[in-house]
Every structure is written in structure tokens, then in C-alpha cells.
């Protein structure tokens, strides 16, 4: 093991990135691994599982999201076609699995820390979708209110009573809302 965000395995080392409290991603990034004899890249996404284990993918769909969640490349590929061996994933996933276990175990603040800032994320997601929310229910308000006004003078009803609009502001005023 290396440094906090680092674990150091098959002569390279990957990043540990943990995203929220039951996702971590895993890469090497400019850092790339040798397996049997192949320089690769690799990227991983781990799941923390009903077990209380990080495994690769998620746990639902097993086969295909872990086939899925960890990715290899060589370095030095001759064409798209020329991906690492079986093998090769199998070693990476072996290895790496518990090495991610114990990375969790020996950093839970750095855990915590991306479960909150993933919070902190789904906040301000949540505030800006009810202010849009906001801004187009009063929108919609300000076009029903100008069709009930285009409607009463079409028939030729009078016109001087109050908008929804302003009869919501009046009951705020009198209420002592403003």
C-alpha cells in the first residue's frame, strides 16, 4: 500500500477514489500495472455489497456488470481488437479485491468524506430543480391568469378583479408574511 489514495500492486499502483458511501473507483490513471508480462491501464468500479464487502460491480446483475465495471487496455495495444487475456482480468480482480477491502478499512474518514460531498451534490441538485419548479409554476400562473383575463374580456365580463397571483400576495400581506 501506498500513500492515502494509492494502493501499489503488479509493479504500478492505482488510484482509489471513493465517490459516495457504496461506490469507489479505481485506477491507474498515468500509472499503469504490469500483468503477466503486459503493460495495461485498468479502471474499476467497487461496490459495497449486502456482505459488507467492496466487490467489483454492483451486486444485482452480477455476470455483466462485473465484466463491465472493470475495464483493461495494454498500453501498447496493436488495435482495438487487442485487449488484455482473461487471465489477465481475473489476476487484477484477485489481487486488487482485497487490497481495495483493506484500503476501506484503514481509510473510513475518506469514505465518509465522499458520502458527504455526494450529499452536499444531491442538495444542490435538489435546490436547483425546485427553484426551475418554482420558476415555471409561476409561469404557468402568469399564463392562466393572462388567458382568464383575454376569456372575461372576450365576454365581455369585468376585468378589475384580482389575479390568483395577487390574491396570494394580499393573504401574505394581511398575514403579515411580508
Known sequence: MLGSNKISFLRGAVNVTPTDAKHIHVSTNSEPLTVNNVVINASAHYHLW???AWHIGPE?????AQWHALSLSKVNRK???DTPSNSAREKVAAILTPLVNEWVLANPVAVFNA???DIEKQIERASIKAMETRSAAALAQQELEALELKLAEAKGEPTTRLTYSQTWQANLDVKGGK
Do not use: F
Open 50 to 52: 449486502a456482505d459488507g
Open 60 to 64: 444485482d446483475n452480477r455476470n455483466m
Open 79 to 81: 488495435n482495438y481488437n
Open 115 to 117: 458520502e458527504l460531498a
